[in-house]
């Protein structure tokens, strides 16, 4: 009965593949209320954790926006820096950006979005659904398991010398563990 039961779980692992393999936490954000409201959150339903945006842009985004993501790993007790630059999304979608670990997290999350990453950025309700890692994800071939700082800050330049706006920043904490598969 006992080996049964074993073999029946060793099944289902090897048949479900897709696992999550993160946790998310310590979120905060800002958005600008010049432009946007809603909410950016955090969910986790029997320890599967996903990352989520439900915000209404209230006005037209256009001219540059330049978009700061800022990735840090802890090793040993310290952060170090794995990515930090800057991406003008009026110019360059950022699934086509010459960083791969950028391209990589850009192409997995158009998967749960319902608006395009690259701008103009029109009036209108933007959603980010339950954004999370399984085993499967090519993000994991990229940056090993561990502890990550995630800080990102998007800046709004209307005009070529119009002084930078910022429109939202989050900053969340994530961890990655290997999955058995
Ligand atoms: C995204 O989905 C919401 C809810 O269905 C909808 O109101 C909104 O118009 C959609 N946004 C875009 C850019 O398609």
């Known amino acids: 009965m006992f080996k049964q039961w074993a073999l029946l779980v060793l099944l289902v692992q090897l048949i479900d593949k897709s696992v999550a393999v993160v946790r998310f936490e310590n979120l905060k954000y800002e958005l600008n209320k010049d432009y946007m409201h809603g909410n950016i959150f955090i969910k986790s339903q029997n320890d599967k954790y ?5 915000v209404e ?10 978009i700061t993501p800022h990735l840090q790993h802890l090793i040993k007790g310290e952060y170090h820096t794995m990515v930090n630059i800057d991406l003008d999304t009026c110019k360059v979608d950022p699934s086509m950006s010459e960083n791969p670990i950028v391209r990589t997290i850009a192409k997995e999350s158009t ?3 319902n608006f395009s990453l ?3 950025y029109n009036p209108g309700r933007y959603l980010l659904n339950d954004f999370t890692l399984d085993s499967e994800s090519p993000l994991l071939k990229l940056i090993p398991n561990g502890k990550y700082k995630m800080h990102l800050k998007a800046n709004h330049y209307p005009t070529p010398d119009s002084a930078p706006i910022m429109l939202f920043m989050y900053s969340i904490d994530f961890e990655l563990f290997a999955a058995a598969s």
């Open 50 to 54: 996903s990352f989520g945006a439900d």
């Open 57 to 66: 842009l209230a006005k037209k985004v256009e001219g540059s926006v330049i």
């Open 111 to 113: 998967k749960f979005i």
């Open 118 to 120: 690259m701008c103009p």
